[in-house]
């Protein structure tokens, strides 16, 4: 089936430091990966997204990159703010089919 | 503000009791999906509209669970005989296309505690 594998957290990174959080995924298709992130006492919202293969998806700063050949979309950041403290949730659709499968959710504490 | 809405943001109930959340999407949104988040958990899916009809519903939904959605604009969920297990934040999201770059706009949530 289909399914999404993420990092656990929390993550604690000083302002500044660079972010890795990984995601890796299993499809019966061929699926589109997004990043989403949820901001304290906020609904989910998208960061960004990759439709095929070596895409790059890019926003504020963050990066991901669709790697086929690893089924890895992890999401980067050089160089973090306090204000990046939120929970990113890695997720997957596969086309045709009308559901995103979300990975658990990593949360994120950057400290000044 | 015209994205998504819901209501109320909060509820707390009594075990036994029914409850129902409402979602107003994004307005010229056609597809409108419900979803359950437990602590420390990504969403589940729940079920989805395509304009009023329902078009699927997963197995985690039980028959206590039902969702409409009228005329296509905003959708209910009710929940019949709450259970202590169904203290969850359920999340309301709706699209206008999937395609490949498709993606779904959350609501804030509607957080249900079952005592």
């Known amino acids: 089936g289909d399914s999404v594998t993420q990092m656990e957290g929390p993550v604690t990174l000083s302002e500044e430091a660079f972010l890795t959080i990984n995601c890796t995924y299993t499809?019966?298709?061929?699926?589109?990966l997004f990043w989403y992130v949820q901001y304290p006492g906020e609904g989910l919202q998208l960061l960004l997204k990759?439709?095929?293969?070596?895409d790059k998806g890019s926003n504020k700063g963050f990066e991901a990159t669709y790697r086929k050949e690893t089924t890895s979309f992890h999401l980067e950041k050089g160089s973090v703010q306090v204000s990046d403290s939120a929970v990113y949730f890695c997720?997957?659709?596969?086309?045709?089919?009308?559901?995103?499968?979300f990975g658990s959710g990593t949360k994120l504490n950057v400290k000044p | 503000d015209t994205g998504v809405s819901q209501n109320p943001r909060h509820k707390i109930t009594k075990r036994g009791q029914n409850v129902t959340f409402r979602c107003d999407p994004i307005?010229?949104?056609?597809?409108l999906y419900w979803y359950r988040q437990t602590l420390g958990q990504g969403p589940e899916f729940l079920t989805y509209?395509?304009?009023?009809?329902?078009?699927?519903k997963s197995r985690l939904l039980s028959d206590r669970f039902s969702a409409e959605r009228p005329k296509g604009s905003f959708s209910t969920l009710e929940i019949q005989r709450t259970e202590q297990g169904d203290s969850a934040m359920y999340l309301c999201?709706?699209?206008?296309?999937?395609?490949?770059?498709?993606?779904?706009?959350f609501g804030e949530g509607s957080r249900l505690t079952v005592l």
């Open positions: 990759a439709t095929k293969a070596d």
């Open positions: 997720a997957l659709r596969v086309y045709n089919f009308n559901k995103f499968y």
């Open positions: 509209f395509q304009n009023e009809a329902q078009l699927e």
């Open positions: 307005s010229e949104h056609n597809r």
């Open positions: 499809a019966t298709g061929y699926p589109s």
């Open positions: 999201a709706s699209s206008l296309v999937l395609g490949l770059a498709g993606e779904l706009f």
